[in-house]
Nanobody, 119 residues
Framework: QVQLVESGGGSERAGGSLRLSCAAS????????MGWYRQAPGKQRELVSV???????DYADSVKGRFTISRDNSKNTVYLQMNSLKPEDTAVYYC?????????????WGQGTQVTVSS
């Protein structure tokens, strides 16, 4: 069993910054890709950013240059630094992890954290 716990969401004005964290715990041998997704009201969940275990990253075009993903493998934690926030960044942000245990490999999701950006 693996749990992903997100923190750091909240409300911010346009142009401000927020930092999200997601810590994985449980039966973990290693974690391959970790990432952040978001879902705005009435829209489908979309990829924000992903990072591999060795630090290769990818970003949605809408957040390139504003958001930075990072991870601490020793803590099984992934971060998302969000700068120059825009109202269109408002969404529930979900953490995702590709977890390898001693007997299986599965994808896990966090419970989501709300990010609200006002103009």
């Amino acid at each position: 069993q693996v749990q992903l716990v997100e923190s750091g969401g909240g409300s911010e004005r346009a142009g401000g910054s927020l930092r999200l964290s997601c810590a994985a715990s449980g039966r973990i041998l290693s974690i391959a890709t970790m990432g952040w997704y978001r879902q705005a009201p009435g829209k489908q969940r979309e990829l924000v950013s992903v990072i591999t275990r060795v630090g290769n990253t990818d970003y949605a075009d809408s957040v390139k240059g504003r958001f930075t993903i990072s991870r601490d493998n020793s803590k099984n934690t992934v971060y998302l630094q969000m700068n120059s926030l825009k109202p269109e960044d408002t969404a529930v942000y979900y953490c995702n992890a590709d977890v390898v245990s001693w007997t299986s490999r599965n994808e896990y999701w966090g419970q989501g954290t709300q990010v609200t950006v006002s103009s």
